[in-house]
């Protein structure tokens, strides 16, 4: 009934990476919201990737 | 900024099918779940209890999540354990309902025969940012 565990890490690191939010605040985030930016950040990269 | 400019919802208001019935024989029936966290998920997992019976993280997990149940003046994993079973599914399918794990994310199934497939979630497969 949970999120499996090296993925509740890895959503959380690739925060910390890139926002540069204290880990401590990233793991009160909401499930969904964690997952929002998480997107978000992948939206991002995958924007300056592409040289936009 | 999050995909949903509504504010997001926290907490979800339940009523028990049978209810907790507390040392004095009173019946608490209407409670209210807050969303999960990580920190919710992982904390658990030093747990002594949960380390020697992985089944018991469900029963911290909704404790710490629970945050009213009836006049229950505080919502623990001792009284979590006294929970009739159909009380304690209905509360955990909530709990995987509002925190995205439910089955309409992870299972599919078969239109010829009917049956139920687990296939990964948005929460379990696939790579960081990709749906």
């Known amino acids: 009934m949970t999120h499996p565990e090296r993925r509740l890490r890895e959503e959380s690191a690739y925060i910390a990476y890139h926002f540069h939010w204290a880990y401590k605040d990233i793991l009160t985030l909401p499930h969904a919201e964690r997952r929002a930016w998480v997107r978000e950040i992948a939206r991002i990269n995958s924007s300056i990737s592409e040289g936009r | ?131």
């Not at chain 2, 920190?39 to 089944?55: C, M």
């Open chain 2, 1 to 131: 900024m999050p995909e949903n400019d509504s504010p997001l919802r926290t907490e979800y208001d339940f009523q028990l099918p049978h209810g907790y019935v507390d040392a004095a024989g009173t019946v608490h029936r209407q409670g209210a779940m807050r969303l999960a966290t990580a920190r919710d998920e992982l904390s658990p997992l030093i747990d002594q209890r949960v380390r020697e019976n992985p089944a018991y993280l469900g029963v911290i997990l909704l404790s710490l999540v629970i945050t009213r149940l009836g006049t229950v003046s505080e919502v623990h994993a001792g009284v979590v354990e006294q929970l009739f079973a159909k009380d304690l599914a209905y509360l955990q399918d909530l709990y995987r309902r509002i925190n995205g794990l439910d089955s309409s994310h992870g299972a599919v199934a078969c239109p010829s025969c009917g049956t139920s497939f687990a296939l990964p979630g948005p929460a379990s497969g696939g790579r960081l940012g990709e749906a």
